[in-house]
């Protein structure tokens, strides 16, 4: 059954149209990109999957379950991670907590465990703490784990945001543009860690990238979106030979 | 002026080694060390604190280690010196170094054989002492009670203007409505006055549903809570600073016009049941939730909140609920601590809860520093002692505060103690072979801003 579907999607920010008529749906495992200039209403399509905004018209499905007009956390809980383009870590908080905090609407003591510090509360504290432990050292980053999270690398900090999604235990995990900023070393790092964690914990992944190499290596399908629109909609090959994604957007690329 | 600057850097480096000389010193004294060390202080003081202080020329032993004496007649300052030094500093210091194995051998042991205990412990040491110090003076029971009450204002403040970084006006009014409700409680049930007849129950059961009337002093304030937080927690935006700030009036002028509370004389009547030890346990048991909750996942949903709203919500965080949660708790707290207050005083009227007080609670808030529990102890702490050393300069005293707060935001602006956790059950720790060791309140290292 389809994982993730939409349908129809448009989106208005008062006169300006940044999303028209988009669908899409993604397979349970799938690693599915989403290509397109600057601008072109990619991160715009994520906020409104993830219920940052509600779309003007469209209906979205999770798992067979409509979705859209739900509130953020809400469809995270269901089962939808996702990290920003621009980091958005809690500046006074450890990296422990950062991928703590993703456990909040799994948490089971109550308000009671959190006033009275039960011991059930000390144990599924501990129980979450094991997990977070777990997720750090996937991607790399459990030797943070007691630093504040402002002290880190900025490579790393990417990885907190990875290791912080995949603590809500996501079906389907939301990548924008994971290695923006990324010196080539730690691009090639972090696709390493993207590869890892889609192969142990079979999620699937929609990924928006920017650079081409990344997405031609990680994605089996591939969506370009230009003014809004897809355009071409395809393998990494046949998106690569598209002439209308050469001439919109990867004209100057593959010439040079 | 190279002779100047000489003379500078070497006190400085004279500073550094005394500094350094202390910390050698002192830093393996556990905290149990300390505890003692202030009850053997307290004891002396007991003993002896009366013929020293007329061997020293004061008529009587100095109430509040000599500030309030030194300022109304300085020339007692020299006495007021060796007198804190001789039952105060030299004790504790003395005491605290010399028991440092036995100390660190009992908190090993306390620790070993239940962490509880170990706490349990350490609080009958702190109530004794602070029962023995207060016990020698009424002013002192008096200004210890007003203490431990502000520490639970101060604390329950920070969970809003702190940890959840809003900002809210409206403990004043939070801690009439707990007064009032807790007072009325009293009143009505067990003391009886001309507006309200008779009393309904024996007074002797008084004492032991006195929690009762204060639980209902703070779910009545939590009650106030919610006709802030529905409008203020629908958007993000300042509306709760204007909001809070309106309530704390609207509270106020209530309270004026409702003629069977006394409207604006006040209520009197209230029964002597905030006795030292009640306000201790209230103040404990204060404590002790908000620390729990704010060290919870839970909890720390407040800091992903303030540092990011858009994040929290995207990793399951209902944004809307921790924050009316955390409110509805801080008032509750506020609430009980009117209750309290009420009941220190024996009387409460709406004027106590104006803008004064809210500049009071605010102040000791951002003094301590935000988000943090210790922070709130000190800030409550410091600001008490100060305002009562301080008194015999009146007007001034106005004065010199605002400055001294000036001060402390300029050199520390978030605060004496800002974003640091408040582990007890480390703090409690034996401190054996690591000289150099931070002190007591010391624990996890986390940046600060
Ligand atoms: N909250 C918003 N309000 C108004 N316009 C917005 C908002 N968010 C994005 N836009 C506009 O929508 C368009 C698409 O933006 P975005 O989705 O961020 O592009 P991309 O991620 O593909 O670079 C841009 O023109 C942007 O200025
Ligand atoms: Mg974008």
Redesign the pocket.
């Known amino acids: 059954m389809t994982l993730l579907r939409v349908d129809d999607m448009t989106h208005w920010?008062?006169g300006?149209q940044?999303v028209s008529g988009y669908n899409v749906a993604i397979e349970p495992g799938q690693i599915r990109g989403l290509i397109?200039p600057?601008?072109?209403?990619?991160?715009?399509?994520f906020n409104l999957i993830t219920g940052r905004y509600r779309p003007t018209e469209g209906h979205i499905f999770l798992d067979g379950q409509e979705i859209t007009g739900l509130p953020p956390h809400k469809i995270a809980s269901m089962g939808l991670g996702r990290t920003f383009?621009n980091l958005r870590l809690w500046r006074h908080m450890t990296v422990l907590e950062h991928v703590k905090m993703a456990r909040y609407s799994k948490i089971t003591y109550g308000l009671a465990g959190a006033f009275f510090g039960t011991a059930r509360r000390n144990r599924e504290e501990d129980d979450i703490e094991t997990r977070a432990r777990e997720l750090l050292e996937l991607v790399g980053a459990v030797d943070w784990a007691d630093h504040i999270v402002t002290n880190l690398p900025y490579g790393m900090q990417r990885r907190v945001e990875l290791a912080r999604a995949l603590a809500i235990q996501p079906k389907i995990l939301f990548l924008d543009e994971p290695t923006a900023g990324m010196n080539p070393e730690e691009l090639v790092q972090m696709m390493e860690i993207v590869r890892l964690v889609h192969e142990q914990l079979g999620l699937a992944i929609f990924l928006?990238e920017h650079r081409m190499k990344v997405v031609m290596d990680l994605c089996e399908v591939i969506q370009t979106?230009v003014f809004?629109q897809v355009i071409a909609e395809g393998t990494p090959d046949e998106i690569r030979n598209d002439p209308r994604v050469i001439e919109a957007y990867l004209g100057k690329e593959v010439m040079a | 002026m190279s002779a100047d600057e000489n003379l500078r850097q070497r006190l400085s480096s004279v500073g550094r080694r005394v500094r350094q000389w202390l910390r050698v010193q002192f830093s393996p004294v556990p905290l149990l060390g300390w505890f003692l060390a202030a009850l053997v202080a307290v004891i002396l003081e007991m003993l002896v604190g009366t013929p020293l202080a007329r061997l020293l020329g004061m008529s009587k032993f100095p109430v509040l280690f000599g500030f309030a004496l030194a300022l109304a007649q300085p020339v007692y300052i020299p006495s007021a010196i060796v007198y804190v030094l001789l039952i105060y500093v030299l004790p504790v210091a003395l005491v605290a170094r010399l028991s440092i194995r036995l100390g660190n051998l009992l908190a090993g042991w306390l620790m070993r054989t239940s962490p509880l205990l170990s706490v349990v412990v350490h609080l009958g040491l702190l109530y004794g002492t602070l029962h023995l110090w207060a016990g020698l003076s009424d002013y002192r029971v008096l200004v210890v009670r007003l203490m431990l009450i502000a520490i639970m204002l101060t604390l329950s403040l920070n969970v809003v203007n702190g940890y959840m970084g809003e900002f809210s006006c409206s403990h004043p009014g939070f801690m009439a409505l707990g007064a009032y409700a807790a007072s009325l409680f009293s009143v009505l049930f067990f003391v009886g006055n001309d507006a309200f007849g008779a009393p309904l129950l024996p007074i002797g059961l008084g004492p032991f549903l006195f929690p009762l009337g204060l639980i209902l002093g703070g779910a009545v304030a939590a009650l106030g809570a919610l006709l802030v937080a529905i409008p203020s927690f629908r958007t993000r935006g300042d509306y709760l600073a204007i909001i809070s700030l309106a309530f704390m009036f609207i509270i106020k002028s209530l309270f004026e016009n409702l003629e069977f509370l006394g409207g604006a004389r006040g209520l009197s009547g209230q029964p002597d049941w905030a006795s030292l030890p009640v306000v201790f346990a209230w103040t404990i048991l204060c404590v002790w939730t908000i620390n729990n909750f704010v060290r919870s996942t839970v909890g720390k949903a407040l800091n992903a909140v303030r540092d990011g709203e858009l994040a929290a919500d995207a990793m399951t965080v209902d944004t809307r609920r921790t924050k009316m949660v955390a409110f509805f708790f801080a008032a509750f707290w506020a609430g009980v601590a009117g209750g309290l207050f009420a009941h220190v005083l024996r009387y409460v009227n709406p004027g106590t809860f104006d803008l004064k007080k809210l500049a009071e609670v605010l102040a000791m808030v951002y003094l301590g520093g935000l988000n943090s529990v210790v922070g709130s102890i000190v800030g409550a702490v410091s600001y008490n002692l100060l305002s009562e050393a301080l008194r015999p300069l009146e007007l001034y005293k106005w004065i010199i505060i605002p400055l001294l707060f000036i001060m402390v935001m300029i050199f520390r602006p978030t605060g004496l103690i800002a974003f640091r956790e408040f582990d007890v059950v480390k703090l409690l720790h034996p401190r054996e072979g690591t000289p150099g060791h931070a002190g007591p309140g010391a624990v996890e290292p986390q940046a600060e801003r």
Do not use: D, E, S, Y
């Not at chain 1, 600057?38 to 399509?45: E, I």
């Open positions: 920010f008062g300006l940044a397109g600057n601008g072109a209403g990619k991160t715009t399509v383009q928006i979106l809004g």
